[in-house]
């Protein structure tokens, strides 16, 4: 924002030397009016010597009278307004500016608080960035009434008991809203404090494989997955699995949060089907064994809940 001599430089009257005409605008503003009738003692000397304080003050609130929006903001302080206070010191009165948050930089950072307590690998960031209105989650899809219920509960659960052991595996058809309701649950829950991970399975392995050859950064990885209050694996099931990566790096995380903290999926598979698919690599093949040890520590840790309706994919 330009100051008050930028403006009176640029002003028609500062060709003729005439700067007394901006202070009489300034100084007749009701704003300042308004301040001097708060504050009837102070002296106009005063509130000369204050003159860009004055100005700043009425034109970032003319400014944000006509908003533009807060990535436009032209204050000075983006999402802020200038106010003034006048003191007295030693007999002397001193006017004093301060910054006032508007509603839409407060609303701005509790949004960025959400989001920086949910940490997401190979997501698209605006599924976090969504506002969720559960009516319209049901409206847009009546179908998956039940499944937006079943969240809601389990959010209100947590809210009341803290956080839960089990967790809930969105089964569903492709496209029909299981990371979105995801998203929803995490965000729900990041309001309350908790902190997320959302992870999206068939990338997240390919990646895996390559951590095995840095050891510091795949221990960072396992810990924040270990230690999150909430962890969604999305779409499993869908992931090119290997050995390693099931036994040391799905179990490991798995066998860390059974029984502690609860771990979420979505996925296109059922318990059954998902068995199957953890017991087969094609590196070594069919390994019933491992498959059931893992899926172990899925089924028994998770509430079921369908997600139906219709494929919302390019719609």
Known sequence: MESLGEAMRRSPFAAAGDAANIAKQVLNDPLVLNLR??????????????????????????????????ERCPNDLQGHSTGLNCVQLNGKWQINDYKTACS???????????????????????????????????????GRQLAVSQLQDYVETTMKEGLQKRGLYLKGDFGTG?????????????????????????????????????AVKL??????????????FDDIGAENLTPWVRDHVLGAILNHRMNRKPTFYTSNHDFEDLEKHFSFTHKEGEELHKGQ??????RHFVDV???????HRGS
């Open 104 to 142: 839409k930089w407060i609303a701005n950072e509790q949004q960025e608080r959400i989001r920086r307590r949910i940490t997401s690998f190979y997501i698209d960031e605006s599924v976090l960035g969504v506002t969720y209105d559960e009516s319209e989650m049901i409206q847009r899809e009546p």
């Open 37 to 70: 009738s708060r504050y009837p003692d102070i002296e106009e000397s005063v509130l000369r010597l204050n003159l860009n304080r004055l100005y700043q003050m009425t034109t970032e609130y003319r400014n944000c009278k006509a908003c533009p929006g807060l």
């Open 219 to 232: 221990k960072e990885t396992l810990n924040l997955m270990k230690e999150a209050d909430l962890l969604v």
């Open 178 to 214: 299981k990371t979105y309701l995801a998203g929803y649950l995490l965000q729900r829950l990041a309001k309350e404090g908790f902190s997320g991970v959302i992870v999206y399975m068939p990338e997240f392995v390919e990646d895996a494989k390559a951590l095995a050859f840095d």
């Open 305 to 311: 809940v369908h997600v139906r309706g219709r494929n």
């Open 293 to 298: 040890r893992l899926m172990d520590r899925v």
